[in-house]
């Protein structure tokens, strides 16, 4: 950062995230890569971090990779049928050794506490276990995938008792079924159960997709940084015929997605594993750098309350030293809060506007229409124009008018057409400012 006043920025404009994440479980899945990734060391610095910051982590991952090589060494091959790995007796006995290679690996490193270091007097407690009852995969379509397997149960009272003993619960892609026998899972299907049973904040998945930051146009693997349920669904239906199909890893975590989120998980996230301190830059900024996907949008639009005063003086002030909007005091706000309606975005406020009925007349004031800077040019304020115009019919009125200063060619271009003074009411005749100088402009809705 350039001036301590910079970093301040920062530190303020990330507070709210942590008082909203203390206490609230995520759950992040990762593949055998990532672990043998240059950033991996930096990934655990930032476990770390949000475990000290009071989040409730359960770390899933796997070790294909790493058994794949010890197969290929010993020259045997696995089948995989619709991207499901059919497990043999001997690759079992590899997919054992791999797993507990590198879930040591992954405990000698949260075990760290180097001075001067992210990691100096982290002592985070680790805790490991059979949580995961499975079961075989089973026979279909005349193939046996002997020790391929399935969740069948999450022991969800065992890991939640741990996470509140402040223990980072650290969970393998092996499952263990009660005739004794070991089942090699698939680390999403693990890390979406456990989720889910957990009835988790997120789930996150770190894997190769590029940063959303990077506005790659012509990379086949860019992802929209929201989807909702419903665009995800539709998104992997179309993928048949799409000429930049998404690779199966990325399809199977958008499925993994959905089941999540319409099954008590708030937000799945898809993340870049190769972006250092990705998953802070998706948690703790607001356009985040990976993929979201929720049950219903993030956008909502809802009457202003008198708690939200600040949060409007804030959009409003900047346009107002500008000349855009008349200006407006703290006590004014207040008094007029009711008028107000307000957009949000993933609980951020990005937009107002007011709207004052002249019922004698029948018409309405659009007044105070602000959108945030950093989401202008989004079409934020067509949708929240139209929210005014729907209220306007709603109250019985069929004509909408607005002072403008600056926006004169915008409110053109959505249906407004310029008037003369004569034409408003007297009550704002009378009230006219004749140093702004402002047009008229009406719709007939």
Not at 7 to 15: D, H, I, L, P
Not at 42 to 53: C, M
Not at 153 to 173: D, F, G, H, Y
Not at 247 to 253: A, E, F, R, Y
Request: hydrophobic share 45%; aromatic share 8%.
């Amino acid at each position: 950062m350039n001036t301590t006043a910079d970093f301040v920025a920062w530190f303020r404009s990330v507070a709210p995230y942590v008082n909203l994440f203390r206490g609230k479980v995520f759950v992040i899945g990762f593949g055998g890569e990532v672990v043998t990734d240059e950033n991996f060391v930096s990934f655990i610095h930032d476990i770390n971090l949000l475990a000290s910051l009071g989040v409730q982590l359960v770390l899933i991952h796997d070790a294909r990779p790493q058994m794949l090589l010890q197969l290929n060494k010993n020259q045997l091959n696995i089948k995989s049928v619709k991207g499901i790995d059919i497990i043999d007796n001997a690759a079992l006995q590899y997919a054992k050794e791999a797993m507990g290679l590198v879930h040591h690996e992954i405990l000698a490193l949260l075990s760290m506490g180097l001075p001067n270091s992210p990691m100096a007097n982290a002592a985070i407690q680790v805790a490991s276990g059979n949580f995961i009852t499975a079961c075989p995969f089973g026979i279909i379509d005349g193939i046996d995938y002997t020790y391929t397997g399935k969740v069948r149960k999450v022991n969800t009272p065992a890991i939640e008792a741990r996470l509140n003993q402040n223990n980072v619960i650290l969970i393998s892609s092996l499952g263990y079924s009660p005739t004794g026998e070991i089942f090699n899972l698939m680390m999403e299907d693990v890390a979406t159960q456990v989720a889910c049973a957990l009835h988790a904040e997120k789930l996150i998945f770190l894997l190769d997709l590029p940063d959303n930051n990077s506005h790659a146009q012509d990379n086949k693997t860019l992802l929209p940084r929201e989807l909702t349920v419903a665009q995800c669904k539709l998104l992997l239906k179309n993928q048949k015929n799409s000429e930049t199909e998404l690779p199966n890893g990325i399809q199977k975590k958008l499925s993994c997605a959905i089941n999540a989120c319409e099954n008590n998980v708030s937000r799945t996230h898809l993340i870049n594993r190769h972006t250092d301190g990705a998953i802070l830059k998706e948690l703790f900024t607001h356009f985040g750098i990976g993929c979201m996907v929720s049950q219903e949008t993030l956008e909502s639009f809802r009457h202003a309350q008198i708690d939200d005063v600040g949060a409007i003086l804030q959009l409003i002030e900047p346009l107002e030293a500008e000349g855009i909007l008349v200006r407006r005091n703290r006590e004014l706000l207040e008094i007029e809060i009711d008028r107000f309606i307000v957009f949000e975005h993933d609980g951020i406020m990005i937009g107002c506007a007011a709207l004052y009925p002249f019922p004698q007349e029948g018409i309405c004031e659009l007044a105070c229409l602000a959108i945030h800077p950093a989401y202008r040019n989004q079409g934020h304020g067509n949708h929240l124009l139209k929210t005014i115009e729907e209220m306007t019919v709603s109250q019985g009125h069929s004509k909408l008018f607005v002072l403008t200063t600056h926006a004169t060619h915008w409110f053109i271009e959505h249906g407004f057409k310029e008037a003369s003074l004569a034409d408003l009411p007297q009550l704002k005749q009378d009230l006219y400012n004749y140093k702004r100088k402002s047009k008229v402009f009406i719709k007939t809705l």
